[in-house]
Protein backbone atom coordinates (compact mmCIF):
# COMPACT_ATOMS: atom_id res chain seq x y z
CA UNK A 1 0.00 0.00 0.00
CA UNK A 2 2.53 2.23 0.81
CA UNK A 3 5.19 3.72 -1.09
CA UNK A 4 7.93 6.36 -0.73
CA UNK A 5 7.86 8.81 -3.53
CA UNK A 6 9.35 11.91 -3.75
CA UNK A 7 7.81 15.46 -5.26
CA UNK A 8 9.56 18.24 -5.99
CA UNK A 9 8.19 21.83 -6.88
CA UNK A 10 7.79 21.18 -10.35
CA UNK A 11 6.11 17.95 -9.38
CA UNK A 12 3.66 19.60 -7.91
CA UNK A 13 2.98 22.53 -10.58
CA UNK A 14 3.12 19.41 -13.41
CA UNK A 15 0.33 18.30 -11.01
CA UNK A 16 -1.67 21.16 -11.14
CA UNK A 17 -1.29 21.64 -15.00
CA UNK A 18 -2.84 18.19 -15.36
CA UNK A 19 -5.82 18.56 -13.49
CA UNK A 20 -6.27 21.95 -15.26
CA UNK A 21 -5.98 20.72 -18.52
CA UNK A 22 -8.60 17.47 -18.06
CA UNK A 23 -10.69 20.20 -16.20
CA UNK A 24 -12.02 21.94 -19.47
CA UNK A 25 -11.89 18.25 -20.92
CA UNK A 26 -14.60 17.13 -18.30
CA UNK A 27 -17.52 17.40 -20.09
CA UNK A 28 -20.38 15.32 -18.31
CA UNK A 29 -18.20 15.83 -15.08
CA UNK A 30 -14.72 14.68 -13.63
CA UNK A 31 -15.64 11.22 -13.48
CA UNK A 32 -15.48 11.31 -17.70
CA UNK A 33 -11.34 11.62 -16.77
CA UNK A 34 -10.58 8.94 -14.73
CA UNK A 35 -8.89 7.00 -17.80
CA UNK A 36 -6.56 10.16 -18.99
CA UNK A 37 -6.09 10.67 -15.06
CA UNK A 38 -4.81 6.43 -14.84
CA UNK A 39 -2.54 7.29 -17.45
CA UNK A 40 -0.87 10.03 -15.94
CA UNK A 41 -1.47 9.26 -12.29
CA UNK A 42 -0.40 5.72 -12.18
CA UNK A 43 1.24 4.91 -15.57
CA UNK A 44 3.43 7.84 -16.66
CA UNK A 45 4.63 9.35 -13.38
CA UNK A 46 4.11 6.67 -10.82
CA UNK A 47 2.65 8.74 -8.11
CA UNK A 48 0.04 6.37 -7.04
CA UNK A 49 -0.85 2.87 -7.34
CA UNK A 50 -3.28 0.90 -9.16
CA UNK A 51 -4.40 -0.10 -6.04
CA UNK A 52 -4.78 3.72 -4.54
CA UNK A 53 -6.13 4.57 -7.89
CA UNK A 54 -9.27 1.95 -7.32
CA UNK A 55 -9.44 2.93 -3.78
CA UNK A 56 -9.91 6.32 -4.19
CA UNK A 57 -12.47 5.67 -6.67
CA UNK A 58 -14.16 3.11 -4.65
CA UNK A 59 -13.99 5.71 -1.38
CA UNK A 60 -14.98 8.58 -3.28
CA UNK A 61 -18.48 6.34 -4.47
CA UNK A 62 -19.22 5.51 -0.69
CA UNK A 63 -19.24 9.09 0.43
CA UNK A 64 -21.85 11.88 0.11
CA UNK A 65 -21.13 14.92 -1.94
CA UNK A 66 -20.63 15.93 -5.48
CA UNK A 67 -18.46 12.71 -7.41
CA UNK A 68 -15.54 15.33 -8.15
CA UNK A 69 -14.24 14.42 -5.09
CA UNK A 70 -12.46 11.35 -5.75
CA UNK A 71 -9.50 13.89 -7.03
CA UNK A 72 -9.24 14.98 -3.78
CA UNK A 73 -8.71 11.50 -2.42
CA UNK A 74 -6.16 11.60 -5.15
CA UNK A 75 -4.58 14.10 -4.49
CA UNK A 76 -4.79 13.67 -0.84
CA UNK A 77 -2.61 10.02 -1.12
CA UNK A 78 0.02 11.23 -4.04
CA UNK A 79 0.87 13.29 -1.31
CA UNK A 80 0.80 11.03 1.49
CA UNK A 81 2.91 8.79 -0.50
CA UNK A 82 5.50 11.40 0.13
CA UNK A 83 5.15 10.72 3.67
CA UNK A 84 3.81 13.55 5.53
CA UNK A 85 0.29 15.35 6.25
CA UNK A 86 0.92 18.37 4.96
CA UNK A 87 1.96 17.04 1.98
CA UNK A 88 -1.11 15.18 1.62
CA UNK A 89 -3.01 18.05 2.53
CA UNK A 90 -1.40 20.15 -0.74
CA UNK A 91 -1.97 17.18 -2.99
CA UNK A 92 -6.14 17.35 -2.04
CA UNK A 93 -5.77 21.24 -2.89
CA UNK A 94 -3.88 20.84 -5.79
CA UNK A 95 -5.81 18.43 -7.23
CA UNK A 96 -9.46 20.31 -6.97
CA UNK A 97 -8.09 23.70 -7.24
CA UNK A 98 -6.98 22.43 -10.52
CA UNK A 99 -10.11 20.51 -11.46
CA UNK A 100 -12.16 23.10 -10.46
CA UNK A 101 -10.49 26.51 -11.22
CA UNK A 102 -11.09 26.50 -15.30
CA UNK A 103 -14.52 24.84 -15.43
CA UNK A 104 -15.67 27.50 -12.64
CA UNK A 105 -14.66 30.52 -14.33
CA UNK A 106 -15.98 29.36 -17.44
CA UNK A 107 -19.14 28.35 -15.99
CA UNK A 108 -19.84 32.20 -13.94
CA UNK A 109 -18.26 33.16 -17.14
CA UNK A 110 -21.41 31.83 -19.51
CA UNK A 111 -24.29 31.86 -16.51
CA UNK A 112 -23.31 35.75 -16.48
CA UNK A 113 -23.69 35.90 -20.06
CA UNK A 114 -26.94 33.97 -20.27
CA UNK A 115 -28.71 35.73 -17.83
CA UNK A 116 -27.95 39.42 -19.62
CA UNK A 117 -29.08 37.58 -22.92
CA UNK A 118 -32.01 35.44 -21.00
CA UNK A 119 -34.74 36.82 -23.05
CA UNK A 120 -32.92 36.21 -26.71
CA UNK A 121 -34.79 33.23 -28.55
CA UNK A 122 -31.69 31.60 -29.02
CA UNK A 123 -31.01 31.25 -25.16
CA UNK A 124 -34.40 30.94 -24.27
CA UNK A 125 -34.45 27.76 -27.44
CA UNK A 126 -31.74 26.12 -25.49
CA UNK A 127 -32.48 26.25 -22.16
CA UNK A 128 -36.21 24.82 -22.97
CA UNK A 129 -35.22 22.48 -25.81
CA UNK A 130 -32.43 21.14 -23.02
CA UNK A 131 -35.16 20.11 -21.07
CA UNK A 132 -36.59 16.72 -22.01
CA UNK A 133 -32.57 15.64 -22.35
CA UNK A 134 -31.79 17.03 -18.64
CA UNK A 135 -34.97 15.16 -17.09
CA UNK A 136 -34.28 11.88 -18.90
CA UNK A 137 -30.19 12.30 -17.62
CA UNK A 138 -31.83 12.74 -14.03
CA UNK A 139 -33.89 8.97 -14.50
CA UNK A 140 -30.76 7.79 -16.58
CA UNK A 141 -28.84 8.16 -13.36
CA UNK A 142 -31.32 7.13 -11.22
CA UNK A 143 -31.90 4.07 -13.01
CA UNK A 144 -27.73 3.35 -13.63
CA UNK A 145 -27.12 3.47 -9.69
CA UNK A 146 -29.79 0.97 -8.99
CA UNK A 147 -28.22 -1.04 -10.83
CA UNK A 148 -30.68 -1.51 -13.95
CA UNK A 149 -27.69 -2.37 -16.37
CA UNK A 150 -26.04 -5.68 -14.71
CA UNK A 151 -29.50 -7.05 -12.96
CA UNK A 152 -29.60 -10.06 -12.48
CA UNK A 153 -31.84 -12.87 -10.41
CA UNK A 154 -30.13 -11.71 -6.94
CA UNK A 155 -30.57 -8.25 -8.01
CA UNK A 156 -34.15 -7.83 -7.46
CA UNK A 157 -34.56 -7.04 -3.57
CA UNK A 158 -32.68 -4.13 -4.22
CA UNK A 159 -34.12 -3.27 -7.19
CA UNK A 160 -37.45 -3.40 -5.69
CA UNK A 161 -35.95 -0.48 -2.76
CA UNK A 162 -35.03 1.75 -5.46
CA UNK A 163 -38.91 1.39 -6.52
CA UNK A 164 -40.16 1.64 -3.29
CA UNK A 165 -38.03 4.63 -2.31
CA UNK A 166 -38.96 6.33 -5.57
CA UNK A 167 -42.77 5.92 -5.08
CA UNK A 168 -42.46 7.06 -1.05
CA UNK A 169 -40.66 10.26 -2.40
CA UNK A 170 -43.42 10.94 -5.26
CA UNK A 171 -46.31 10.19 -2.55
CA UNK A 172 -45.59 11.08 0.80
CA UNK A 173 -43.20 14.33 2.42
CA UNK A 174 -40.67 12.59 4.20
CA UNK A 175 -37.25 13.78 5.07
CA UNK A 176 -34.49 11.95 2.67
CA UNK A 177 -32.55 11.15 5.79
CA UNK A 178 -35.21 8.41 7.21
CA UNK A 179 -35.23 6.76 4.01
CA UNK A 180 -31.27 6.64 3.78
CA UNK A 181 -31.17 5.23 7.04
CA UNK A 182 -33.90 2.63 6.10
CA UNK A 183 -32.18 1.63 3.29
CA UNK A 184 -28.62 1.20 5.20
CA UNK A 185 -30.41 -0.85 7.62
CA UNK A 186 -32.24 -2.90 5.26
CA UNK A 187 -28.82 -3.38 3.77
CA UNK A 188 -26.88 -4.11 6.99
CA UNK A 189 -29.39 -6.96 7.75
CA UNK A 190 -28.76 -8.73 4.08
CA UNK A 191 -31.82 -8.07 3.40
CA UNK A 192 -31.13 -5.99 -0.10
CA UNK B 1 -32.83 34.74 -15.28
CA UNK B 2 -33.48 38.25 -13.85
CA UNK B 3 -37.32 37.16 -11.37
CA UNK B 4 -38.98 40.22 -12.51
CA UNK B 5 -42.51 38.30 -12.06
CA UNK B 6 -42.50 37.17 -8.78
CA UNK B 7 -41.06 39.91 -6.39
CA UNK B 8 -41.78 37.99 -3.15
CA UNK B 9 -39.97 34.87 -4.19
CA UNK B 10 -37.40 33.29 -0.92
CA UNK B 11 -34.37 33.48 -1.48
CA UNK B 12 -31.30 33.40 1.04
CA UNK B 13 -30.88 36.24 3.21
CA UNK B 14 -26.49 36.10 3.04
CA UNK B 15 -24.08 34.04 1.85
CA UNK B 16 -23.69 32.15 5.04
CA UNK B 17 -27.25 30.70 4.31
CA UNK B 18 -25.89 29.37 0.98
CA UNK B 19 -23.17 27.84 2.77
CA UNK B 20 -25.31 26.23 4.88
CA UNK B 21 -27.56 25.02 2.52
CA UNK B 22 -25.42 23.15 0.07
CA UNK B 23 -23.53 21.66 3.14
CA UNK B 24 -26.82 19.99 4.59
CA UNK B 25 -27.88 18.93 0.58
CA UNK B 26 -24.21 17.75 -0.10
CA UNK B 27 -23.95 15.22 2.89
CA UNK B 28 -27.65 13.96 1.67
CA UNK B 29 -26.44 13.35 -1.85
CA UNK B 30 -24.85 9.74 -2.42
CA UNK B 31 -24.01 8.98 -5.48
CA UNK B 32 -24.47 12.25 -6.71
CA UNK B 33 -26.22 15.37 -5.59
CA UNK B 34 -28.40 16.66 -8.17
CA UNK B 35 -31.49 15.35 -7.06
CA UNK B 36 -31.08 16.64 -3.42
CA UNK B 37 -30.22 19.80 -5.14
CA UNK B 38 -33.95 19.92 -6.69
CA UNK B 39 -35.58 18.38 -3.85
CA UNK B 40 -33.87 20.98 -1.12
CA UNK B 41 -33.37 24.27 -3.08
CA UNK B 42 -37.21 23.81 -5.30
CA UNK B 43 -39.41 21.90 -2.82
CA UNK B 44 -38.32 23.07 0.31
CA UNK B 45 -36.64 25.93 0.26
CA UNK B 46 -38.59 27.44 -2.99
CA UNK B 47 -35.34 29.96 -3.69
CA UNK B 48 -36.09 28.36 -8.13
CA UNK B 49 -38.82 27.20 -9.88
CA UNK B 50 -38.46 24.14 -11.79
CA UNK B 51 -38.28 25.85 -14.87
CA UNK B 52 -35.34 28.25 -13.31
CA UNK B 53 -33.81 25.14 -11.79
CA UNK B 54 -34.08 23.25 -15.66
CA UNK B 55 -32.65 26.27 -17.56
CA UNK B 56 -29.93 27.03 -15.15
CA UNK B 57 -29.07 22.91 -15.40
CA UNK B 58 -29.15 22.74 -19.15
CA UNK B 59 -26.09 25.27 -19.20
CA UNK B 60 -24.48 23.40 -16.32
CA UNK B 61 -24.33 20.33 -17.88
CA UNK B 62 -23.17 20.86 -21.19
CA UNK B 63 -19.95 23.16 -19.70
CA UNK B 64 -17.08 21.17 -18.60
CA UNK B 65 -16.90 20.63 -15.04
CA UNK B 66 -19.03 18.86 -12.40
CA UNK B 67 -22.75 19.86 -13.43
CA UNK B 68 -23.47 20.10 -9.40
CA UNK B 69 -20.48 21.96 -9.03
CA UNK B 70 -21.38 24.57 -12.01
CA UNK B 71 -24.83 24.59 -10.80
CA UNK B 72 -23.91 25.61 -7.97
CA UNK B 73 -21.88 28.62 -8.32
CA UNK B 74 -24.13 29.80 -10.83
CA UNK B 75 -26.97 29.97 -8.05
CA UNK B 76 -24.57 31.62 -5.79
CA UNK B 77 -23.71 33.99 -8.07
CA UNK B 78 -26.87 34.86 -9.08
CA UNK B 79 -27.64 35.81 -5.33
CA UNK B 80 -24.74 37.08 -3.79
CA UNK B 81 -22.30 37.38 -6.75
CA UNK B 82 -18.84 36.17 -6.51
CA UNK B 83 -19.12 35.77 -2.66
CA UNK B 84 -22.19 34.15 -3.23
CA UNK B 85 -20.37 31.39 -5.66
CA UNK B 86 -17.54 30.98 -3.36
CA UNK B 87 -20.31 30.26 -0.29
CA UNK B 88 -21.67 27.89 -2.24
CA UNK B 89 -18.67 25.84 -3.40
CA UNK B 90 -17.63 25.91 -0.22
CA UNK B 91 -20.62 24.46 1.12
CA UNK B 92 -21.00 21.90 -1.77
CA UNK B 93 -17.33 20.85 -1.10
CA UNK B 94 -15.45 20.99 2.42
CA UNK B 95 -18.26 18.80 4.40
CA UNK B 96 -18.22 16.09 1.95
CA UNK B 97 -14.65 16.41 1.43
CA UNK B 98 -13.70 16.00 5.18
CA UNK B 99 -16.36 13.09 5.47
CA UNK B 100 -14.50 11.16 2.96
CA UNK B 101 -11.32 11.62 4.09
CA UNK B 102 -12.02 10.56 7.40
CA UNK B 103 -14.16 7.52 5.92
CA UNK B 104 -10.79 6.46 4.30
CA UNK B 105 -8.90 6.30 6.75
CA UNK B 106 -11.81 3.26 8.44
CA UNK B 107 -11.73 2.51 4.79
CA UNK B 108 -9.10 -0.20 4.98
CA UNK B 109 -10.53 -1.55 8.31
CA UNK B 110 -13.98 -2.25 6.68
CA UNK B 111 -13.62 -2.50 3.39
CA UNK B 112 -15.42 -5.90 2.38
CA UNK B 113 -17.06 -6.25 5.63
CA UNK B 114 -20.53 -7.70 4.78
CA UNK B 115 -22.56 -5.41 6.96
CA UNK B 116 -20.87 -2.32 6.01
CA UNK B 117 -21.40 -3.12 2.11
CA UNK B 118 -24.59 -4.22 2.49
CA UNK B 119 -25.51 -0.48 4.41
CA UNK B 120 -23.86 0.82 1.45
CA UNK B 121 -25.90 -0.94 -1.31
CA UNK B 122 -28.82 -0.32 0.61
CA UNK B 123 -28.02 3.36 0.87
CA UNK B 124 -27.27 3.59 -2.91
CA UNK B 125 -30.77 1.67 -3.40
CA UNK B 126 -32.36 4.37 -1.69
CA UNK B 127 -30.57 7.23 -3.68
CA UNK B 128 -31.10 5.70 -7.09
CA UNK B 129 -34.96 6.17 -5.94
CA UNK B 130 -34.41 9.82 -5.24
CA UNK B 131 -32.92 10.27 -8.71
CA UNK B 132 -35.77 8.41 -10.46
CA UNK B 133 -38.58 10.20 -8.84
CA UNK B 134 -36.70 13.62 -9.25
CA UNK B 135 -36.76 12.64 -12.86
CA UNK B 136 -40.72 11.80 -13.10
CA UNK B 137 -41.49 14.93 -10.82
CA UNK B 138 -39.52 17.36 -13.42
CA UNK B 139 -41.82 15.96 -16.31
CA UNK B 140 -44.60 18.47 -14.95
CA UNK B 141 -42.61 21.06 -16.11
CA UNK B 142 -43.13 19.79 -19.97
CA UNK B 143 -46.75 19.94 -19.68
CA UNK B 144 -45.85 24.27 -19.29
CA UNK B 145 -43.08 24.27 -22.79
CA UNK B 146 -43.11 24.90 -26.54
CA UNK B 147 -42.85 21.39 -27.68
CA UNK B 148 -46.40 19.23 -27.28
CA UNK B 149 -46.32 17.05 -23.75
CA UNK B 150 -45.93 13.87 -25.86
CA UNK B 151 -42.74 14.75 -27.55
CA UNK B 152 -40.79 15.90 -24.95
CA UNK B 153 -42.11 12.43 -23.05
CA UNK B 154 -40.71 10.44 -26.12
CA UNK B 155 -37.85 12.42 -26.39
CA UNK B 156 -37.22 12.00 -22.83
CA UNK B 157 -37.89 8.43 -23.07
CA UNK B 158 -35.23 7.91 -25.68
CA UNK B 159 -32.81 9.81 -23.92
CA UNK B 160 -33.31 7.45 -21.37
CA UNK B 161 -32.86 4.49 -23.74
CA UNK B 162 -29.53 6.03 -25.13
CA UNK B 163 -27.95 6.46 -21.76
CA UNK B 164 -28.72 3.03 -20.03
CA UNK B 165 -29.58 0.42 -22.68
CA UNK B 166 -27.78 1.85 -25.55
CA UNK B 167 -24.88 3.03 -23.53
CA UNK B 168 -24.40 6.36 -25.76
CA UNK B 169 -21.36 8.18 -24.21
CA UNK B 170 -22.58 11.63 -22.61
CA UNK B 171 -21.29 14.08 -25.64
CA UNK B 172 -23.39 12.33 -28.17
CA UNK B 173 -26.54 11.78 -26.49
CA UNK B 174 -25.93 15.73 -25.66
CA UNK B 175 -25.34 16.65 -28.91
CA UNK B 176 -27.90 14.20 -30.79
CA UNK B 177 -30.87 14.75 -28.27
CA UNK B 178 -30.18 18.26 -26.81
CA UNK B 179 -29.49 19.58 -30.30
CA UNK B 180 -32.62 18.33 -31.92
CA UNK B 181 -34.39 19.51 -28.88
CA UNK B 182 -32.99 23.07 -28.89
CA UNK B 183 -34.20 23.31 -32.80
CA UNK B 184 -37.29 22.20 -32.41
CA UNK B 185 -37.44 25.21 -29.51
CA UNK B 186 -36.04 27.31 -31.77
CA UNK B 187 -38.77 26.99 -34.39
CA UNK B 188 -41.62 26.79 -31.93
CA UNK B 189 -40.68 30.33 -30.62
CA UNK B 190 -40.60 31.73 -33.55
CA UNK B 191 -41.65 35.33 -32.98
Request: charged content about 10%; proline content about 5%.
Amino acid sequence: MSMATVMTWHDWLTLLWHFMQLSLLSVGGAISTTAELQRLLVQQHGWLTQAQFNDSLAIAKAAPGPNVLFVVQMGWNVGMNTGSWPAAALGAATAILGMLLPSSCLALGVSAWCRRNGERRGVRAFQLGMAPLVIALMVSAGLILAGAREADASAWPRLALSAVAALIILRIRVHMLWLLAAGALLGSLGIV
Amino acid sequence: MPTTTSTTRPGPLAPVELFTAFSLLALQGFGGVMAVVQRELVERRRWLSQEEFLAEWAVAQILPGPNVVNLSLMLGNRYFGLRGALASLAGMLCGPALAMLALSALYTQFAGHPAVEGALRGVVAVAAGLFIATGLKMTAMLRRHPLPLPLGLGMAAVGVICAVALRWPLPATLLALGGTGCCLCYWRLKP
